[in-house]
């Protein structure tokens, strides 16, 4: 028998040592410990389907230059920070200097906020599930800490640009912590962009702590060009009648890969999760999600939508973990998959476990292609056929299109849907 | 306007229309009554160009086109509106955007600027009263959650919007009570016009006291097999239909459906 592939020593050789100690002793912990890492191949579980699209090669460990500038310039109605190649550009951030609020890069913290820091870094994710998170603490050059004090409100959203510049491989490593104090409030959006042509890897983390009563909005925009492998972790740890809401909205690459893992700790506690994505030509989106239902009488709601075209592929995954003590859980997660061209394919897998008894948990997941009926009916009034097909189509996820609390967003969403509809349906 | 010679159409092999031949000039009111399955519905569904409805034989001329030739929504651009008997619930789509879309694209194809938002909503506001809707419901997805009157009500104010010149009825008053009726006529009576003509398909004599045809035929088996004037419909309300040699059972199996 071949002996597992394992990930290249080559990738644990992080660049840039502008951290406080405790962070660069984190580093190598993490590295020494991804030492004979294997990759994942078709019989890892929960990388049966994306396996055959991770493509590292030895040119793509190397630290992508910090460039030092923003490689484009995105206005944001609201604050921004904007990372190129995983390292901050202060020219090109803009966010208020507040009382209760701190916006640091890593290597701004005292060694004291560092060390405290490093103890939580990776404490939301299960990281035997998601070893890509691993990767990204051993090789980070920098990253936000984002404290929100007890019942500050950030009164705008907050843009976190993250552009890689792929004018050769290599790879990048955003890290973003967010520490959400009791009854505090943030809108936190994240998107992730690309220019250059050479294949690079994108490897992200942003983690997310939410104390009694907070309140956390996350956009995830992913919408990095063809060259980009990305892989992606969001962890997510609630305490009591807190609430997150989420809003993943994917565009296809050669590699996309999303981990959501959001950990209902304590009672009252509250997720809503939502997510789009599409993909078209070859490209290859993978969402896995998980749901930790730990303390008793806590809600999720999670609704995903995905459509293919061409001969792409989506993959949705969503697990809900009712613990023993979950008492009175309300679980609800529902996926539908929209298929445009027999070539297409998705695979969707709801996985429920529960040990309480007094539960409620509810999942569905359906896969189908647009409605002749509908479509007919459409035509049947002089509609043209393309212009049938974007409105079925945009039906199938402009509930949670609509949901998306930040119109600027909704906005490069639409634009990017339009290119999508673009390709998808030619002009018959 | 009209011109239907030896129509056949089948459907996954069975022949539903077995050679139709049928004359429409502008301005008249046609009614095709019959029972079930005895292919009205398919004769409006191949008109408006449905392709689960195979053409075997025969020829339809439309303003001196070939209709058959068009594609769906081409037919719709030259004037062919279907009244669905059964429209479809189009969740996330809303009923505004529906309409707009098929009123612009008609517009477009005329070569009218399009309307803007404003326009649009004056004009549908206007007809979404002359056919008993709330204008709230423009807000909604198309047809979703209507009830079967609401849904033939929107027909009937689709017909209106889009001011077509041949305008085919399938069963537009089957599922409305005596008021619905009345709404849903008084709109086809508004469409009455010299240079338009309609064609009604229905179960039911009801519908004529409202909508007064010139014409009516009887469709059994694929075929028109009686054309006369509107008395025609009395006689078939007084006698049935098996005076005409339409088989009892299956006239009492269409009267039953409803």
Redo the contacts between chains.
Sequence with gaps: MKPAPTLSTAFLQPAGQALPAPLLELRKQRGAALVDMPLPTRKTENWKYSSKRLKLTEEMAISLPTTGKAGSALAVPGYKVVFTNGVMIPEASEYPDLDDISIQRFGELSEAQARDLAERLDSTLDMKTVQFAGLNTARFEDGLVIRLNPNAVLDQPLFIINEVTADASGSAFPRIYVDAGANSQITLVEEYISSGQEPVMVNTVTEFTLAEGANVTNIRLCMDGENVQHIGATGVRQQRNSRFESHCMGFGGPLRRHDLQVRLEEQGAECKLNGVVVTQGTQHYDNHTTIEHIAANCDSEETYRNIATDKSHAVFNGRIHIHQDAQKSNANMNNKNLLLTTGAEIDTKPELEIYADDVKCAHGATIGQLDEESLFYLVSRGIPRREANVLLTMAFINELVVQIPVEAVRETVHTRLNQFFDQAFQEV | MLSIKNLHASVEGNEILKGIDLEVKAGEVHAIMGPNGSGKSTLAQVL???DTFEVTAGEVIFSGDDLLEK???D???DGV??A?QY??E????SNM???R??VN??RH?RGEPEMNAAEFMKLAREVSKQVDLDPAFLKR??NEGFSGGEKKRNEIM?ALM?QPSLAILDETDSGLDIDALKVVSDGVNALRSEDRAILMVTHYQRLLDHIVPDFVHVLADGKIVKSGGRELALELEERGYSWLGIAEDEATEASSAN
């Design positions: 408006a160009g449905n594609k769906t929504e037919r719709a651009r509106f279907l669905f429209p479809v189009i969740p996330g789509v955007q529906f309409m879309t098929a694209a008609l194809h997805g198309v689709q889009l």
